[in-house]
């Protein structure tokens, strides 16, 4: 299974950038897609998952600002990221995950906020 991150890039604070993670494989054998992030000398945090029943959940940080969705019929999902901050800035990846299969990671994508 591969997942290819892409839509990161340079924004201005404020601004908005969409990501996506396509998979390889049908989303719909995944209990959850999740979209994770790294800053610099962090710790990888979950942003944003979104489960086979398009139960979704996300970070205090994000909420309100980022919407992630899915489109089976292109075995992607994605992640609208509003208003975003400085503080967003960090390396972006997505992570399948089932209970049968395990786990997979996406290559990541840099996000940078910044004016």
């Known amino acids: 299974v591969q997942l290819q991150a892409s839509g990161g890039g340079l924004v201005q604070p404020g601004g908005s950038l969409r990501l996506s993670c396509a998979v390889s494989?049908?989303?719909?054998?995944?209990?959850?897609i999740i979209w994770y992030r790294q800053a610099p000398g962090e710790q990888r945090e979950l942003v944003a998952a979104i489960s086979k029943g398009d139960n979704t959940n996300y970070a205090d940080s994000v909420k309100g600002r980022f919407t992630i969705s899915r489109d089976n019929a292109k075995n992607t999902v994605y992640l609208q990221m509003n208003s975003l901050k400085p503080e967003d800035t960090a390396v972006y990846y997505c992570?399948?995950?089932?209970?049968?299969?395990?786990?997979?990671w996406g290559q990541g994508t840099q996000v940078t906020v910044s004016s």
């Open positions: 992570n399948a995950h089932s209970s049968i299969l395990g786990g997979y």
């Open positions: 494989r049908s989303i719909v054998d995944f209990n959850a």
